[in-house]
């Protein structure tokens, strides 16, 4: 099993947190009891000079709201965005050729990083329903619309990456449905496809989860439901997020009335999300049979922080509670 931490693909990070010195960053893993790390791009700038031996897996851009643009939805475009224009910068495309190219430019950055791994978001979540929990689109619908868009993008390629879609606590994949996750497999046409199962987000498909005894208990009863399905799980991405009462309060209450600004609306919301998704450190052994059950070729503690030694602090934290 490979252990892995996440961190910025960008300039900033590499200067800042470790000089741009390959061997402060190979000292930092081995604090941290880590092989490697999970890179994803800033999208601004060129792509820093990490050494390509520490860089084994690579999380793809994403757009949490996306369905509508992929459809050209423009009634739906025009409620959210009010322009052509304003969408169109937004989503820095006019359509979807100009939006799958984004991503077929990530994906030769990862190829180009000879990674082992790469990690797809499989979800859809306008700012609105973060509020709400009124979902717009169905999950089977943006199962099936990832489907169409990986699909476009990886055949007839040579990539030879592990393709790990990722469940959310959003619509899409959610891995609370095994029905569904089997539908996500099918329609994906890549022969090293594969599932990135992120325990954070799971959790957060449950608001009546206490503690972590009662999480690994809902994590394993789906994992019981997928059966077979979970030899797809070739990924982990570790961490907890219990934020149930937090969720029970906010939609007991009339949701906010957010800025016009859509960029101003992402800055509001995103601290609402943060709230929700915590990517907060294991503190107990509780999920330690979950993971040995799954037995992940890629173990990613995959954890927010307030710097360098935040994370360091935070990835020790976990893996001496979970006795790694």
Same mark, same amino acid.
């Given at each position: 099993?490979?252990?892995?931490?996440?961190?910025?693909?960008?300039?900033?990070?590499?200067?800042?947190?470790?000089?741009?010195?390959?061997?402060?960053?190979?000292?930092?893993l081995?604090?941290?009891?880590?092989?490697?790390?999970?890179?994803?791009?800033?999208?601004?700038?060129?792509?820093?000079?990490?050494?390509?031996?520490?860089?084994?897996?690579?999380?793809?851009?994403?757009y949490?709201?996306?369905?509508?643009?992929?459809?050209?939805?423009?009634?739906?475009?025009?409620?959210?965005?009010?322009?052509?224009?304003?969408?169109?910068?937004?989503?820095?495309?006019?359509?979807?050729?100009?939006?799958?190219r984004?991503?077929?430019?990530?994906?030769?950055r990862?190829?180009?990083?000879?990674?082992d791994?790469?990690?797809?978001?499989?979800?859809?979540?306008?700012?609105?329903?973060?509020?709400?929990?009124?979902w717009?689109?169905?999950?089977?619908?943006?199962? /099936? @619309?990832?489907?169409?868009?990986?699909? +476009?993008?990886?055949?007839?390629? !040579?990539? #030879?990456?592990?393709? %790990?879609?990722?469940?959310?606590?959003?619509?899409g994949?959610?891995?609370? /449905? @095994?029905?569904?996750?089997?539908?996500l +497999?099918?329609?994906?046409?890549? !022969?090293? #496809?594969?599932?990135? %199962?992120?325990?954070?987000?799971?959790?957060?498909?449950?608001?009546?989860?206490?503690?972590?005894a009662?999480?690994?208990?809902?994590?394993?009863?789906?994992?019981?439901?997928?059966?077979?399905?979970?030899?797809?799980?070739?990924?982990?991405?570790?961490h907890?997020?219990?934020?149930?009462?937090?969720?029970?309060?906010?939609?007991?209450?009339?949701?906010?009335?957010?800025?016009?600004?859509?960029?101003?609306?992402?800055?509001?919301?995103?601290?609402?999300?943060?709230?929700?998704?915590?990517?907060?450190?294991?503190?107990?052994?509780?999920?330690?049979?979950?993971?040995?059950?799954?037995?992940?070729?890629?173990?990613?503690?995959?954890?927010?922080?307030?710097?360098?030694?935040?994370?360091?602090?935070r990835?020790?934290q976990?893996?001496?509670?979970?006795?790694?």
């Open positions: 099993m490979l252990q892995l931490v996440n961190l910025p693909y960008d300039g900033y990070t590499w200067q800042q947190w470790f000089g741009a010195c390959p061997q402060n960053l190979r000292r930092w081995h604090a941290a009891g880590c092989h490697a790390v999970e890179i994803i791009y800033g999208g601004d700038g060129p792509v820093p000079d990490f050494p390509q031996d520490l860089v084994r897996g690579y999380h793809l851009m994403f949490t709201d996306w369905l509508d643009f992929w459809r050209q939805d423009v009634p739906a475009l025009t409620e959210k965005f009010g322009s052509r224009e304003v969408w169109q910068q937004f989503y820095h495309a006019r359509g979807r050729e100009e939006l799958l984004q991503f077929d430019e990530d994906l030769q990862a190829h180009a990083a000879g990674v791994y790469v990690v797809f978001h499989v979800g859809d979540v306008c700012f609105a329903e973060t509020y709400t929990y009124n717009r689109h169905t999950n089977q619908e943006i199962i /099936d @619309a990832a489907a169409e868009m990986i699909n +476009l993008l990886l055949d007839g390629r !040579p990539y #030879k990456f592990d393709f %790990l879609m990722e469940n959310l606590p959003w619509p994949l959610r891995f609370d /449905d @095994a029905r569904l996750t089997e539908r +497999l099918s329609r994906v046409n890549y !022969p090293h #496809k594969g599932l990135m %199962l992120d325990t954070g987000h799971l959790m957060c498909t449950e608001t009546a989860l206490h503690d972590e009662e999480a690994a208990d809902y994590i394993s009863r789906r994992l019981d439901e997928h059966g077979d399905l979970c030899r797809y799980i070739k990924g982990v991405h570790l907890k997020s219990l934020s149930g009462e937090y969720v029970r309060q906010f939609l007991q209450q009339t949701p906010p009335v957010l800025p016009d600004d859509v960029y101003e609306q992402f800055a509001v919301t995103y601290q609402h999300i943060l709230q929700i998704d915590r990517h907060l450190p294991l503190e107990t052994d509780a999920m330690a049979p979950v993971l040995a059950r799954i037995n992940p070729k890629y173990l990613v503690h995959e954890l927010s922080s307030g710097g360098v030694e935040d994370k360091l602090l990835v020790n976990q893996r001496k509670a979970m006795g790694l």
